[in-house]
């Protein structure tokens, strides 16, 4: 079965995909290895398992319990954080950290480590995790917390799905007085800029900038800064859901070129003025832009695109990003939702979480080819020479080394990997 | 009419599960009927932690018909007055070629798909129609509109029910008690994991706001989504010498 993710890149062949219904039946039989999967966001193939079983987990998408009072929250594991947070929100309370869609199951979430906008301040998914049931495929069933099960615990957040299903998972929620935030836009003219304006937000929960990847010289680094908090005016009636527009198809491959995202990029940069703008939005607005488009992917057209998101020590981050954004103007790629984001010192809360001290910067390209890979190729070199990272879930095309290079602990994970599991992401990075 | 209290017989199917969840988000209190310990609690709990006014449970195979008549009853108990609505949800998707070279399991599935539900459809209208309030809603299905050879007998069983929703729709029609036949179409739940998805398939969510909006205004025959109707408008007209060619 032709299962794709998000980046619709690589396309690869499942022998089965299995939908699981309850939470306490054993897991199935198969022939091969299987890999939990969730709304298969992740771009490249960490969600995948060529010639494998998917062990489809939307089905299990119930609710175990809520104290409203505490904020704790244990669910299925199959359930979305979009799902969460249209139950939480209205009464008070709040995923601690979200990332940038809420098409992701809670199953997906502590897979990834995830992070969010505001990671300097709430570090990343994993660290708001209670426990979880970890379903091992010897039949054994694993209740995993920190203090009880504190290696499974830890290889299991970001542990890529590897290391068994998790059927239900207890969230820790916060306090929120609102469902809007209070949102801050300004244009930025430079890298240099994006730092100082960093510095100067440090207060504000949330904080992330968009980049013109194809400014280049002087302008290098221009785009939008934008920084926002929880409102604190008390709760209002949750405000309706936009109208949901489609992609219906995949558009022609040559819809994006360097024109059509230059014009997109001016007209984005336009919505910013030099002083800062102050919007009042619905937290799916804010947090979730993209969400309002179903299949915002199909524009990249049948070929699919890449992300690559790297992560680069602090200390000389200015350069080693100025080198990536240049190598990529250079090559007059169309990266349009590029992203820059100062993490926080937190240190991840699992054995390979990507996230730590640094600058991280996102980019997508459509996939060309050869010519895409070898770009992707020297971003890689750029950032395993600054002795950074970069993020599994985004990946389709990592070398085993540079791999290595960004998850030194790669080899305690595949020691708690359940033998049973694998994933096409997996197997290419161990080879 | 707003709903205030509702039983659901049938209760962990995914269909029964998703109005559950929308009832529960309208304030409703619910009753909830199913056979699996397990399952049953993984649904209580979820509506229970949705914040809904009040969930309860019986633990019941509904093929046991002589059980009904206390069922409904405890139904009422636990609910705390009179239900607004009930809805016959249990059914299975039997195995047709086993079904045809073993009898039994034709009957078996015959009992679960017609003769259960019409019970529990018979004990339900003699408590409402005193009262002359309180509507029935029983899933049916869009193939018991006419026998196709690769699904007769669950298609026979939910034909059967059909008509017996119709008769008792029209039994009762002076007594203001209510009798809704839904007919799903294609739904994408665990019963049906093993077929490919096309255009026709729909979700269970959607089937269960058609459900939900037919406890609160009432129907006769209800086709979900809707353009399953023209669908089986064609279908039921076609000449049997036609139909019987047909691959389907």
Known sequence: MSVRSWGNYPKVEHAAVIPLAWRHEALPKVGGTMLPSGLARSYGDSCLNEGGTLLATRGLDRLIAFDRTTGVLRCEAGMTLGQILALAAPVGWFLPVVPGTSYVTVGGAIANDVHGKNHHLEGTFGAHVRRFELARSDGTRIECAPPTEPALFRATIAGLGLTGLVTWAELRLKRIDSAMFDVETTRMDDLGHFFALTEASAGYEYNVAWVDALAKGKDLGRGLFIRARHSSVAIHPMPEAGARLAMPFDLPAATLNRHSVSLFNALYRARGSRGWQHTHEPYSKYLFPLDGIAHWNRMYGKPGFVQHQSVVPRTDAPLRVRAILEAVAEAGDASFLTVLKVFGDREGAGLLSFPRPGVTLALDLPMRGAATLELLERLDAIVRDAGGAIYPAKDARMSPETFRASFPRWEELERHRDPAFSSSFWRRVTR | ?248
């Open chain 2, 1 to 248: 009419m707003s709903l205030q209290r509702v039983a659901i017989f049938g209760a962990t199917s995914a269909i029964a599960q998703a109005v559950a969840r929308q009832l529960a988000a309208k304030g409703v209190r619910l009753h909830l009927v199913g056979r699996d310990p397990a399952k049953l609690e993984a649904v209580r709990a979820d509506i229970a932690a949705r914040g809904s006014a009040g969930v309860s449970v019986t633990l019941a195979d509904l093929d046991e018909t002589a059980r009904h008549a206390a069922l409904v009853e405890e139904a009422e108990q636990s609910l705390g007055g009179a239900m607004d609505a009930a809805l016959i949800a249990q059914g299975t998707l039997p195995d047709q070629v086993a079904c045809e070279h073993d009898f039994a399991l034709a009957e078996r599935e015959i009992l679960t798909n017609f003769v259960a539900p019409a019970s529990l459809a018979t004990h339900l209208a003699n408590r409402f129609a005193p009262r002359g309030t309180g509507r029935i809603v029983a899933i049916s299905s869009v193939a018991g509109d006419r026998g196709r050879a690769s699904n007769y007998v669950y298609g026979s069983a939910k034909g059967g029910l059909s008509i017996f929703l119709s008769g008792l729709r029209a039994r009762l029609n002076a007594t203001g008690v209510g009798v809704v036949t839904v007919k799903p179409g294609f739904v994408d739940t665990p019963m049906t994991a093993a077929f490919k998805k096309g255009l026709l398939w729909a979700a269970p969510e959607k089937i269960a706001k058609g459900i939900v909006s037919a406890m609160e205004h009432g129907g006769a025959e209800v086709y979900l989504p809707w353009f399953w109707w023209p669908i089986m408008f064609a279908i039921r007209h076609l000449p049997e010498a036609i139909f019987v060619r047909l691959k389907i």
